[in-house]
T-cell receptor
Framework: DAGVTQSPTHLIKTRGQQVTLRCSPK?????VSWYQQALGQGPQFIFQ???????QRGNFPDRFSGHQFPNYSSELNVNALLLGDSALYLC????????????FGQGTRLTVV | GENVEQHPSTLSVQEGDSAVIKCTYS??????FPWYKQELGKRPQLIID?????GEKKDQRIAVTLNKTAKHFSLHITETQPEDSAVYFC?????????FGKGTHLIIQP
């Protein structure tokens, strides 16, 4: 079991551009959550996907959007990038509706210049 | 929504001593409280968790306590070792999602 995998590991983008990050959940998990972790901070919840729908959303603008595919993998899209979007983006997966450990991917380090 | 406060932000202890990190939460509906350890450049990994129907849980040198009335929970690490140096995050929530604290940088002094 490869666990939660994310791609790419690092990315550099210019202000105003758009970016897509990808996540494959742990085998047996059908719920994917995305988090933004700024340097020196805890992970901030962006949104959660289950059955290809956004189920919960944190306090992030509409520039942040996502998608989940039938195989449970997920994408995070960020439009009109700002310098402040530079962060580590973490994906976590869990079985839906269960109060269990969230398994994290290794993250994508996004730098906006 | 849930709000989780964590302190201290930095904790320095002598090797072999105990370390305690505390968190408070706001949403009385939260029923799951995990603790994650994140080493530099690595992903957060669960070290221990507790559910609201339990007051205390222990796993070797690590223990977590939960006070539902006061809405706070704590991580206790005994006999600290150099490999315990990392950033520790508490979280609160449930099946719908987790809210994380801002983290505690634990430094183990030789």
């Amino acid at each position: 079991d490869a666990g939660v995998t994310q791609s790419p590991t690092h990315l550099i983008k210019t202000r105003g551009q758009q970016v897509t990050l990808r996540c494959s959940p742990k085998s047996g998990h059908d719920t994917v959550s995305w988090y933004q972790q700024a340097l020196g901070q805890g992970p901030q919840f962006i949104f959660q996907y289950y059955e290809e729908e956004e189920r919960q959303r944190g306090n992030f603008p509409d520039r942040f959007s996502g998608h989940q595919f039938p195989n449970y993998s997920s994408e995070l899209n960020v439009n009109a990038l700002l310098l402040g979007d530079s962060a580590l983006y973490l994906c976590a997966s869990r079985p839906y509706g269960r109060n269990t450990e969230a398994f994290f991917g290794q993250g994508t380090r996004l730098t906006v210049v | 929504g849930e709000n989780v406060e964590q302190h201290p932000s930095t904790l320095s202890v002598q090797e072999g001593d105990s370390a305690v990190i505390k968190c408070t939460y706001s949403d009385s509906a939260s029923n799951y409280f995990p603790w994650y350890k994140q080493e530099l450049g690595k992903r957060p990994q669960l070290i221990i968790d507790i559910r609201s129907n339990v007051g205390e849980k222990k796993d070797q040198r690590i223990a977590v306590t939960l006070n539902k009335t006061a809405k706070h929970f704590s991580l206790h690490i005994t006999e600290t070792q150099p490999e315990d140096s990392a950033v520790y995050f508490c979280a609160g929530g449930g099946a719908d999602g987790l809210t994380f604290g801002k983290g505690t940088h634990l430094i183990i002094q030789p």
